[in-house]
């Protein structure tokens, strides 16, 4: 098999949390599901996420001072689903408990954890965009159970 093709599968058995990334473009909200994020760094508290050039939010998100990542809990099944489904951009943010503050991208109220990020850097690999935030707000759910994607599907840790 080639190269390519042994990376996809590979990366089909490496199990990551959820996460919905949200932005504010003006007054409207936008948000796209993501698996490719990361912690960066504790000191400063820094994450970067991982978005393909392609994706409808690609130049919105670079060009946004902060963002938003919500890591969903097992719950929340139903906004991982409307999220990743380009059909269903308009019922987004119909879905799930959204909070809207004038001087933040939204976040759901009970997510397992909200981080709210000011973006700092950008680098472009191939056919992608790193973004790197820092952390300038946290909102934690006391349960702990995230929604996980392995393997094509939505999963459940332990």
Not at 40 to 45: I, T
Not at 130 to 144: K, P, S, T, Y
Request: net charge negative; charged share 25%; aromatic share 6%.
């Amino acid at each position: 098999m080639a190269l390519d093709q042994d990376f996809k599968l590979a990366m089909r058995r490496l199990a990551a949390t959820v996460n919905i990334i949200t932005i504010r473009d003006g007054d409207r909200p936008m948000g796209m599901a993501a698996t490719a994020v990361s912690s960066l760094a504790a000191d400063p508290p820094s994450l970067l996420v991982c978005v393909n050039q392609t994706a409808s939010m690609h130049n919105l998100l670079i060009e946004a001072e902060a963002f938003c990542i919500n890591i969903l809990h097992q719950d929340q099944h139903d906004v991982a689903t409307v999220f990743s489904d380009t059909k269903m951009r308009d019922a987004r943010f119909a879905t799930g408990q959204w909070e809207h503050r004038e001087d933040a991208p939204p976040y759901l109220l009970d997510a397992q954890a909200v981080l709210l990020c000011e973006r700092r850097q950008l680098i472009t690999f191939a056919t992608h965009t790193i973004c790197i935030g820092a952390v300038r707000e946290i909102r934690l759910r006391d349960d702990i159970d995230p929604l996980l994607y392995v393997d094509g599907r939505f999963a459940r840790a332990g």
